[in-house]
T-cell receptor
Framework: AQSVTQLDSHVSVSEGTPVLLRCNYSSSYSPSLFWYVQHPNKGLQLLLKYTSAATLVKGINGFEAEFKKSETSFHLTKPSAHMSDAAEYFCVVSLANFGNEKLTFGTGTRLTIIP | DTAVSQTPKYLVTQMGNDKSIKCEQNLGHDTMYWYKQDSKKFLKIMFSYNNKELIINETVPNRFSPKSPDKAHLNLHINSLELGDSAVYFC????????????FGPGTRLTVT
């Protein structure tokens, strides 16, 4: 069984300040982990993914995440928030199923940027 | 060029009706998926198809029937619509095997009245 827990349903930061979105995972096997972003009334876009290579993963738009096995965490960070970062963020764990990816989504964290 | 497209974007219908949502991808992927996003933004996989073959079938009422005429298309037909079916439905596609990114469509907002 696999699951992810996003520890904050809503995070607000001021523009130009750091962003931290927290995610803990549970998986019976070495997991593949993703962060997806959903802007209002849009589909989902991949920010970054971890697949057992480097533990610090860099993604698009200045986001990065660090896989910490000892803490079962995969927190998403960005040094300086921009207004365009306001969106819903989903932490996702993947279990390969006969070659097909079955994604299990967290409940999402809504990021608000204060001007 | 739209990678994963869905039609319609919005669908409003009455309880008891039958409706379909269409999905097409032009990425050459072998695998396609349907997800349901509820009013609290929670996303859950419903089905996945690989080369027109059903691979993942989560606990979904049998009123929902996916159909894949070819590997570029995965349609979702829903019979006897209920109020609880109101949600946003996302189609996605990916390459087969390994850990590949899933590309999502823009979503179809279904409202059952």
């Amino acid at each position: 069984a696999q699951s992810v827990t996003q520890l904050d349903s809503h995070v607000s930061v001021s523009e130009g300040t750091p962003v931290l979105l927290r995610c803990n995972y549970s998986s019976s096997y070495s997991p593949s982990l993703f962060w997806y972003v959903q802007h209002p009334n849009k589909g989902l876009q991949l920010l970054l993914k971890y697949t057992s290579a480097a533990t610090l993963v860099k993604g698009i738009n200045g986001f990065e995440a660090e896989f910490k096995k000892s803490e079962t965490s995969f927190h998403l960070t960005k040094p300086s928030a921009h207004m365009s970062d306001a969106a819903e963020y989903f932490c996702v764990v993947s279990l390969a199923n006969f070659g097909n990816e079955k994604l299990t989504f967290g409940t999402g964290t809504r990021l608000t940027i204060i001007p | 060029d739209t990678a994963v497209s869905q039609t319609p974007k919005y669908l409003v219908t009455q309880m008891g009706n039958d409706k379909s949502i269409k999905c097409e991808q032009n990425l050459g992927h072998d695998t396609m998926y349907w997800y349901k996003q509820d009013s609290k933004k929670f996303l859950k996989i419903m089905f996945s198809y690989n080369n027109k073959e059903l691979i993942i079938n989560e606990t979904v009422p049998n009123r929902f029937s996916p159909k894949s005429p070819d590997k570029a298309h995965l349609n979702l037909h829903i019979n006897s619509l209920e109020l609880g079916d109101s949600a946003v439905y996302f189609c996605a596609s990916s390459q087969m095997g390994g850990v590949y990114e899933q590309y999502f469509g823009p979503g179809t907002r279904l409202t059952v009245t």
